[in-house]
């Protein structure tokens, strides 16, 4: 049985930093993309960012770039997104998702987490 398990979520002041982690289980980790997408009150899932198997490659949403970092280890099955100079517009509840190819794309994620709930107070 496949489990991501994201944690790390929770409220902070605008300008401020979070870290969060998704821990895998179930699956060969390296063999898979990982990414991030969020979710908003009454907004669709939105794409975040990902990263390719070994780590060596890292895309991101424009709105992100510059502020937010993802990275992984391999031998700990666990991604994680650092965010930095958060707004209350990165308010969403974050997913953390695996896919064995690309394009990382929300209707075509092979397993998701149950999500983790980021606030950002002005």
């Known amino acids: 049985q496949v489990r991501l398990v994201e944690s790390g979520g929770g409220l902070v002041q605008t300008g401020g930093s979070l870290t969060l982690s998704c821990a895998a289980s179930?699956?060969?980790?390296?063999?898979?993309?990982m990414g991030w997408f969020r979710q908003a009150p009454g907004k669709e899932r939105e794409f975040v960012t990902r990263?390719?198997?070994?780590?060596?490659?890292?895309y991101y949403a424009d709105s992100v770039k510059g502020r937010f970092t993802i990275s992984r280890d391999n031998a700990k099955n666990t991604v994680y997104l650092q965010m930095n100079s958060l707004t209350p517009s990165d308010t969403a509840v974050y997913y953390c998702?695996?896919?064995?190819?690309?394009?990382?794309?929300?209707?075509?994620?092979?397993?998701w987490g149950q999500g983790t709930q980021v606030t950002v107070s002005t």
């Open positions: 990263i390719t198997l070994s780590g060596t490659n890292t």
């Open positions: 998702a695996a896919k064995s190819t690309l394009p990382m794309s929300a209707p075509y994620v092979d397993y």
């Open positions: 179930g699956l060969t980790f390296s063999n898979y993309y």
